[in-house]
């Protein structure tokens, strides 16, 4: 079973914001959070992965408080191309991972 | 990108036969792992390896064995494919050291069984 929860699908327009959270209440203090994006016909793609606080990279941020029992990824200005399935995991460093449903974030112009 | 490459990228099979399906790395890279992926779910994994000759199973290993001979080759074999097995397969390889721990993905490969 995931370890994560998180929303089924999200809808989006060009150029605005998007958040999506994940619940992940069982985290192990080994644990680190990972993000997951997937086009339909390839296989999933690195986006960013944090312990706590806040990290961020050239494609998105991510939000994660003291408690670590959730987290955020945010993704500046989406464009059509954002659209894709998006996984919150969590993980240990050696370990396979375990996947969800993904969040479907659809943008729309 | 990481050098992962899976063969065949597409195979069609009956009921009954023998599959093998391969991922090969120039990464170098430690960890292999093979998922499933089906409509509607995310990824299962299957097998995954922590060295050469050290395998390990996943969720949804029934059916399914692999062999890693080389540090760059990690085989899935069907040894008598059924229908529930049709699906798409990836390959994943990782390492762990400073940064970020990431497994990359290949392209995978879309197996159907009738």
């Known amino acids: 079973l995931a370890k994560t929860t998180q929303p089924i699908s999200m809808d989006s327009y060009e150029g605005q914001e998007v958040n999506i959270t994940c619940s992940h209440n069982n985290i192990a203090t080994n644990d680190y959070i990972t993000w997951y994006q997937q086009f339909p016909s390839q296989g999933p793609r690195f986006i960013i992965q944090?312990?706590?606080t806040k990290v961020t990279n050239e494609v998105a941020s991510l939000f994660i408080p003291a408690d670590r029992k959730s987290s955020t990824l945010s993704l500046p200005r989406v464009s059509l191309s954002d659209t894709a399935v998006y996984y919150c995991?969590?993980?240990?460093?050696?370990?396979?991972?375990?996947f969800g449903k993904g969040t479907t974030l659809s943008v729309s112009s | 990108d990481a050098g992962i490459t899976q063969s065949p990228r597409h195979k069609v099979t009956e009921t009954g036969t023998p599959v093998t399906l391969r991922c090969h790395q120039t990464e170098n890279h430690r960890y292999m792992y093979w998922y499933r992926q089906d409509p509607g779910h995310g990824l299962r994994l299957i097998h995954y390896?922590?060295?050469?000759?050290?395998?390990d199973k996943g969720e949804v290993s029934d059916g399914y064995s692999v062999s890693r001979s080389k540090t760059e080759d990690f085989l899935l074999t069907l040894e008598s494919a059924t229908s529930s097995q049709t699906s798409v397969y990836f390959c994943?390889?990782?390492?762990?050291?400073?940064?970020?721990?990431?497994?990359?993905f290949g392209p995978g490969t879309r197996l159907t069984v009738t």
């Open positions: 944090g312990y706590k």
């Open positions: 995991l969590v993980n240990q460093a050696g370990t396979a991972l375990i």
């Open positions: 390896s922590y060295g050469v000759k050290d395998t």
């Open positions: 994943a390889i990782s390492e762990i050291g400073e940064g970020p721990y990431e497994q990359y």
